[in-house]
T-cell receptor, first 113, second 114 residues
């Protein structure tokens, strides 16, 4: 079955370390997105990519980086510059050029220890 | 810029009672509107969506929503709530074409009393 796979489901990071969250989709979707979720704040857009080798900053991109070398993959790196990285991270994808509609992964919970 | 307001942070209803979750949006053109549901520790699942046409849309799990342009609202309803409906519900607004970014509301946590 087609879908989006995020890994790992739980991730622990020491302060000062970079960490990379994986997002893979086999839906043949062109666009992919990373959202951060905090209690009471809904989902906030970190980065998005509409095509391979291109991506744009969202509303809260500081302290994060992404790459889009393959259509299927859109990894997110949480750098040491991100002051408050503990959160639930959601990856989504959608077919580009059509009516929007996201398919979400099951999320990665990142905790800084 | 587009925005979404969900005025109710928490709602508690009894099983079998009717439900209405409120959503108001701000957008310059005809919006694309969505309702998603999230169980704890999980991703979001699409309940229903509105693009055009009939302003009353039906979704999965017995949910429906009505688009009211004059009120900039897209409220979610269910005639009879089941205990398994307890979850967090998110309203979202977006546009078609390139850059299908969705803007989400802050969510409404639904608790169902047995």
């Amino acid at each position: 079955d087609g879908g989006i796979t995020q890994s790992p489901k739980y991730l622990f990071r020491k302060e000062g370390q970079n960490v990379t969250l994986s997002c893979e989709q086999n839906l043949n979707h062109d666009a992919m997105y990373w959202y951060r979720q905090d209690p009471g704040q809904g989902l906030r857009l970190i980065y998005y990519s509409q095509i391979v080798n291109d991506f744009q900053k969202g509303d809260i991109a500081e302290g994060y980086s992404v790459s889009r070398e393959k259509k299927e993959s859109f990894p997110l790196t949480v750098t040491s510059a991100q002051k408050n990285p503990t959160a639930f991270y959601l990856c989504a994808s959608s077919p580009e050029g059509r009516v929007p509609g996201y398919t979400f992964g099951s999320g990665t919970r990142l905790t800084v220890v | 810029a587009q925005s979404v307001t969900q005025p109710d942070i928490h709602i508690t209803v009894s099983e079998g009672a009717s439900l209405e979750l409120r959503c108001n949006y701000s957008y310059g053109a005809t919006p694309y509107l969505f309702w998603y549901v999230q169980s704890p520790g999980q991703g979001l699942q699409l309940l229903l969506k509105y693009f055009s046409g009939d302003t009353l849309v039906q979704g999965i799990k017995g949910f429906e929503a009505e688009f009211k342009r004059s009120q900039s609202s897209f409220n979610l309803r269910k005639p009879s709530v089941h205990w398994s409906d307890a979850a967090e519900y998110f309203c979202a607004v977006g546009k078609g074409g390139g850059g299908n970014k969705l803007t989400f509301g802050t969510g409404t946590q639904l608790k169902v009393e047995l």
